[in-house]
């Protein structure tokens, strides 16, 4: 059964730069899209980006559009998120999400997603 797993989060200063990796394992990955969402405590799971694995199309919340880039490297199974200009209002635990496609409701709607890692922490200090 396949697997995600994040990996990249860390502590950094406001304006730094992070990239995410979220790779998958255990078997055959052809996912329709995967997406990035983050959950900072107490509030609501967040879309942050997402792509079409055969990369046609990317979307991205308005939150972090400009900083954000999604991008994946289909040889490796993994997906990415380089992350620029952060801020402390980016300070959450971020998880990489792969939907099959046999319930699509939306790049950005959480129950696209069939299949969730358990999340990397960024912390951003001002």
């Known amino acids: 059964q396949v697997q995600l797993r994040e990996s990249g989060g860390g502590l950094v200063q406001a304006g730094a730069s992070l990239r995410l990796s979220c790779a998958a394992s255990?078997?055959?990955?052809?996912?329709?899209?995967m997406a990035w969402f983050r959950q900072a405590p107490g509030k609501e799971r967040e879309f942050v980006a997402a792509?079409?694995?055969?990369?046609?199309?990317?979307w991205y919340s308005d939150s972090v559009k400009g900083r954000f880039t999604i991008s994946r490297d289909n040889a490796k199974n993994t997906v990415y998120l380089e992350m620029n200009s952060l801020k402390p209002e980016d300070t959450a635990v971020y998880l990489c999400?792969?939907?099959?496609?046999?319930?699509?409701?939306?790049?950005?709607?959480?129950?696209?997603?069939?299949?969730w890692g358990q999340g990397t922490q960024v912390t951003v200090s001002s």
């Open positions: 999400a792969a939907a099959y496609g046999s319930t699509w409701y939306g790049a950005t709607v959480p129950v696209s997603y069939g299949k």
């Open positions: 255990g078997g055959t990955f052809s996912p329709y899209a």
């Open positions: 792509m079409t694995w055969g990369g046609g199309r990317t």
